[in-house]
């Protein structure tokens, strides 16, 4: 099977004789996204043991090459698709002009958006989160947690969170909360639980704390 080509090239407005400086890496983007389309097609449909970076070349119909020139190891495309998820998010949230909202409420956004897309493929989630588990960095590297924390900072600094919050902490929290519990949720079908109100409950038990009546 041959993925198709990731979206056509923008033509360029009229320049002089030169080449502008960003077709070469618009035709580069071009190949990843298709390198990474054949990839995620191949770890769903065989698994991602299964799956060889020979067969990602040839499903992409590009030389083998040309693989270890955009993705030097199978578990770059592991890290490539949590990038890829959450920069969607951000652009989402962006567009709603989430970073206005309190910061209980854009946690909760942020979340509801990653398990929109985790919800609407399923499948795709079961196999990379389980791979990335596995086999990548999924609880060593700190992208998520840092994005999270940043969005505590943001409500520290607005007086929403209370200032003895050590925000680089509070993010960890959020994060390992979130990728305890996706990967709970991928281990049975059908899902074990609603996994929007499984976030959106321990987001609250976190931002909320667990004691009565004292500070959390």
């Known amino acids: 099977m041959k993925i198709p080509e990731a979206g056509a090239e923008v033509v360029p407005a009229p320049v002089p004789a030169t080449p502008p400086a960003g077709r070469r890496e618009r035709k580069r983007q071009q190949v990843r996204d298709q390198l990474y389309a054949a990839a995620l097609h191949l770890f769903v ?6 799956t060889t970076m020979d067969q990602i070349a040839e499903t992409a119909d590009v030389a083998r090459a ?3 020139n955009h993705f030097s190891q199978k578990i770059g495309f592991l890290e490539e698709w949590g990038v890829r998820r959450r920069a969607r998010v951000n652009e989402i949230l962006g567009a709603q002009h989430a970073e206005d909202l309190p910061v209980g409420d854009r946690l909760h956004r942020y979340l509801k958006e990653m398990a929109d897309l985790n919800v609407a493929s399923r499948a795709e ?3 990379l989160m389980d791979a990335s588990a596995r086999y ?3 609880l060593q590297d700190p992208s998520l947690e840092i ?3 940043r969005i505590v900072d943001q409500g520290q600094q607005r007086t929403e969170i209370r200032a003895d919050v050590d925000c680089e902490q509070a993010g960890q929290l959020l994060a390992a909360s979130y990728f305890t519990t996706i ?3 991928i281990r049975e079908e ?3 639980f609603d996994l929007h109100q499984r976030l959106a409950g321990a987001l609250g038990i976190i931002l909320l704390g667990l004691l009565v009546g004292e500070a959390a």
């Open 136 to 138: 990548g960095r999924l």
């Open 45 to 50: 449909a065989q698994g991602y043991e299964a």
């Open 66 to 68: 040309t693989v270890f």
């Open 125 to 127: 989630t079961s196999v």
């Open 147 to 149: 994005e999270l924390a």
């Open 190 to 192: 059908p899902a074990p």
């Open 183 to 185: 990967l709970r949720w």
